[in-house]
């Protein structure tokens, strides 16, 4: 896993609800057996019509919008466990999700792979909204080992939550397999103890 | 201070607890499937090693399978490669696959405790978010990414943190035509689609406890629907009986040592839950979906919200929601014409739900411009369904029997709802485009699904039942 560092960056904007993983990368989608290129796919439906032509109303095909953080509405990433969905975000060029409320597995996949998953405040992502809209050059600052995420322009700032485990493997760029694997030895005397 | 039923079976299989850190977690069984499992094994691949206890990991082919035709090769050239490359990384690793071809086969959810590979008391994972159907038979039960798959298989743990506990209590008789799905399909419309975050959800009260296991299988199924990551209820006589004699199930000796262990597997009555919900069985009808997500659920009879109904930051969100499904607020559904009925899914893919179905449509004809799709759970269901003359009943009512798979559930396969179209369907999601891009789903109960493919529209199902077709 790549190391996590501070980032300073542009946003792209999604303010809708409870987007879930079948907009995130649709089924048909997940036929493949690599981890990559599936950032070709992310928000499929969104993104094109049936011709494969760019919808222009889509944000991801608003030249206006770039950046390497998406900002979504609550309870993103619900729906179906696919890692794909956090691989998609990534491989589009993401290193950082915020929402007000994240479902469960998505942040779990998202923190699994190096892709950072930020909650903030209701009022907060309105607040993100609002600058974006004004001006979409609009920047944030994220800064992991603080846990604090601030805009630029108005230097508000918000602190965020993480578990600190998965804190250090961010920043460390390790990943839960590399610790675990250090356990078989109390693994085997679990295993033994539960015969 | 008592303990949970959750935090009975978690504390069991901590194998180690260290301030700062997730517990490690041991897993008693790991299933795994075509889709979420090809880069968990390159991973092992990569760092060189073996699937750590094969003799736990269970394999079946389901997301991506053909539901007719399935003893040629699968046509769809990616779908067979991903299917061909779970048989060989099966083979080089050594994990027992029930694939297509073998009497075992089946939707991964329903072969586990058809088989008797789901124990009480058990912690199970599975790279597929409805894992949680496992919970019915009292069960730490949830679904993981492909990174913990590959951990699973590495270790045979999971870095988890100890989740909060929820009880709902539904307590009451059930109304006629209201099934174990409408309860589901109720709550989740009570609580929304995030209402569940962060829990693991204990059923409990009277009109849980008097459900077959069958029917607390599509209850604890759609837990992940509110955001749980797993939902459970306490084992009794009802699950006993249902895991006595299968396939795995522990036999002599070992059944009784079970047994005995598994009678201890309930919340004592001075555990204390982080949150409890009750319900009353009796305010529930037949429930369905008119949304884009499950918690956009509503009584048959009632009226769509509207819009303006809705928290004023919402609304956006709300309406595209409205749009998308071509339907207005403020108005019934009933009566809505619709164009597919898809029966299957591991949410109602078991032998009562096809009984459930052939047995209300005996006597009756499909409408013409319905197509209609049963997609049994696994291939042991498609042959007791045949041996029941099932297939029969189904023909002679239009309907189509096919071969197991999750099928249009999610449309990885060819069984796709066009763009535009309206299916009621008894699977768990309603997400935009879940069916096939740009499909419209109304998710239901199997007795709803087969009143709107008798009628060609959204329908009441208690008004046919009160019908007396032989008259």
């Not at chain 1, 909204?129 to 979409?136: C, S, Y």
């Not at chain 1, 846990?147 to 939550?161: D, I, K, M, P, R």
């Not at chain 2, 369904?385 to 449309?411: M, N, Q, T, Y």
Request: with cysteine.
């Amino acid at each position: 896993m790549k190391k996590f560092e501070k980032l300073t960056s542009a946003i792209v904007p999604l303010p809708i609800e409870n987007i879930d993983t079948d907009q995130i990368i649709p089924a048909r989608f997940l036929k493949a057996t690599t981890r990559e290129g599936f950032g070709e796919n992310l928000f499929c439906d969104w993104r094109y019509d049936e011709q494969k032509n760019k919808r222009p109303e889509f944000v991801l095909n608003n030249p206006l919008y770039n950046g390497k953080i998406l900002v979504a509405g609550k309870n993103f990433g619900c729906g179906s466990s696919r890692e794909h969905a956090a691989w998609a975000i990534q491989d589009y060029g993401f290193n950082v999700v915020i929402s007000s409320f994240f479902a469960d597995i998505f942040k779990g996949n998202a923190l699994n792979n190096g892709l950072l998953p930020i909650q903030v405040s209701d009022e907060f992502l309105i607040s993100i909204f609002k600058a974006v809209e004004q001006d979409p050059a609009t920047e944030l600052i994220i800064d992991l080992e603080q846990q604090t995420v601030t805009l630029t322009a108005t230097g508000a700032q918000e602190n965020f939550e993480i578990n600190p485990y998965k804190k250090s493997c961010l920043i460390n760029g390790y990943d839960d397999i590399d610790f675990i694997l250090n356990q078989k030895e109390a693994i085997e005397v679990f295993e033994r103890k539960a015969d | 201070m008592g303990k949970t039923l959750v935090e009975k079976i978690w504390d069991a299989h901590v194998v180690k607890s260290d301030d700062g850190f997730p517990d490690i977690l041991y897993i008693d069984t790991h299933f795994i499937h075509e889709v979420t499992s090809p880069q968990a094994f390159d991973g092992l691949r990569n760092r060189g090693l073996p699937v750590f206890r094969p003799a736990q990991t269970i394999a079946t082919a389901d997301h991506n399978v053909p539901t007719i035709d399935q003893h040629l090769p699968i046509k769809e050239e990616l779908s067979r490669y991903q299917v061909d490359m779970l048989t060989k990384n099966c083979a080089e690793f050594g994990v027992e696959l029930y694939g297509l071809g073998h009497p075992f086969q089946g939707i991964v959810h329903v072969i586990g405790p058809e088989l008797g590979i789901t124990l009480p008391g058990s912690t199970i994972v599975c790279g597929d978010s409805h894992t949680s159907t496992h919970g019915a038979f009292g069960c730490i039960a949830f679904g993981i990414g492909t990174s913990q798959v590959e951990q699973v298989m590495a270790t045979q743990c999971l870095l988890q943190q100890k989740p909060k506990t929820m009880k709902i209590e539904v307590n009451g008789k059930l109304g006629q035509g209201v099934s174990a799905k409408d309860i589901i399909l109720y709550i989740i419309a009570q609580i929304s689609a995030a209402g569940g975050t962060g829990y693991f959800i204990e059923y409990a009260g009277s009109a849980i406890e008097s459900l077959s296991m069958e029917a607390r299988m599509t209850i604890c199924n759609m837990s992940i629907e509110m955001g749980a990551r797993g939902g459970l209820i306490a084992p009794d006589q009802i699950t006993f009986d249902y895991v006595e004699g299968r396939e795995f199930s522990p036999k002599g000796e070992e059944w009784e040592k079970a047994l005995a262990k598994w009678k201890l597997l309930y919340s004592d009555a001075d555990a204390s839950f982080d949150e409890i919900l009750v319900f009353d069985a009796a305010d529930i009808e037949p429930m369905i979906t008119y949304g884009t997500n499950p918690g956009m659920g509503m009584g048959i009879s009632e009226n769509i919200p509207s819009t303006e109904s809705q928290i004023t930051s919402e609304q956006p969100s709300y309406q595209k929601a409205l749009t998308y499904m071509g339907i207005e607020g403020d108005t019934p559904l009933l009566g809505k014409p619709i164009d597919y009925v898809f029966i299957g899914s591991c949410t109602n893919s078991r032998m009562e739900d096809l009984r459930e179905v052939a047995e209300f449509v005996k006597g009756r004809q499909k409408a013409e411009n319905v197509t209609v799709w049963i997609v049994p759970g696994s291939k042991q269901i498609e042959q007791q369904a045949i041996a029941e003359g099932l297939d029969k009943v189904f023909e002679a009512a239009g309907f189509h029997l096919r071969e197991p798979g999750c099928s249009a559930c999610l449309g990885m396969n060819e069984d796709k709802i066009p763009a535009g179209k309206y299916c009621v369907s008894t699977s768990n999601r309603n997400f935009e485009g879940r069916q096939g891009p740009n499909s419209r789903t109304f998710l239901a109960s199997p007795l709803t699904a087969a009143a709107a493919a008798i009628t060609g529209r959204v329908t009441d199902v208690r008004q046919l039942l009160n019908e007396d077709i032989h008259a």
